[in-house]
């Protein structure tokens, strides 16, 4: 079956420590690549895509996110984290519908 | 622009009762989702629009879950005989086109006493 793996439940880091959330998806062929994120008390934005081309993208507030075809992989950067990036982070893969990955819950420590 | 809107925000309601919930999309969006989402979990897929047609219902967990859009813009989930297990957020989103972006809308939280 299709699946989307996130592999970190819950991620504490102080501010301005680095951040990688791992995504691993199980689809065949071409598929279209998110990262979403959910603020609290707000609804899902997105934070960046993966389309074609480049595999590493650029995403709004400083986020990055790598895909490596071999590994069926998706991973979220971020470089230094500040407290204001403490959210719920959703990995999501488009091959004919989006399917989302559990969720990483992330808290930054000022 | 007006983003996705979704209403009610909250619904309670008794379990076996009948529920509409609906979903506004962002203007010229030909495609239109449903999805459900439970405390710690992702977003779960129910259903997706192209135009006026499901193209994918197959997220529908039962024949108790169903959804419309008659004129290709706003769309309503419609469940029947609710059950407690029905509790949940349901998102709405919608894209210009099937794979593109999906931006989401501030969900309905269903909750079936």
């Known amino acids: 079956a299709q699946s989307v793996s996130q592999h970190n439940h819950h991620v504490i880091l102080s501010e301005a420590a680095s951040l990688e959330l791992g995504c691993n998806y199980s689809?065949?062929?071409?598929?279209?690549l998110f990262w979403y994120v959910q603020y609290p008390g707000q609804h899902l934005q997105l934070l960046l895509k993966?389309?074609?081309?480049?595999?590493l993208v650029k995403g709004i507030k400083g986020f990055e996110a790598e895909f490596i075809k071999s590994k069926f992989s998706f991973n979220l950067r971020k470089p230094s984290v500040q407290w204001s990036d403490t959210a719920e982070y959703f990995c999501?893969?488009?091959?004919?519908?989006?399917?989302f990955g559990a969720g990483t819950r992330l808290t930054v420590k000022p | 622009g007006a983003g996705v809107s979704q209403t009610p925000s909250n619904k309670v309601t008794e379990k076996g009762k009948y529920v509409e919930l609906r979903c506004d999309p962002i203007s010229g969006h030909t495609a239109l989702y449903w999805y459900r989402q439970s405390l710690g979990q992702g977003p779960e897929f129910l259903i997706y629009f192209q135009g006026t047609g499901a193209a994918d219902d197959s997220g529908l967990p039962n024949d108790r879950f169903f959804a419309v859009r008659p004129e290709g813009s706003v769309s309503t989930l419609k469940i029947q005989r609710t059950e407690r297990g029905d509790s949940a957020v349901y998102l709405c989103?919608?894209?210009?086109?099937?794979?593109?972006?999906?931006?989401f809308g501030p969900g309905t939280r269903l909750t079936v006493l």
């Open positions: 689809y065949g062929g071409t598929v279209n």
């Open positions: 989103a919608s894209s210009p086109y099937n794979g593109d972006t999906q931006y």
């Open positions: 999501a893969v488009n091959s004919n519908d989006m399917r």
């Open positions: 993966y389309f074609s081309g480049d595999p």
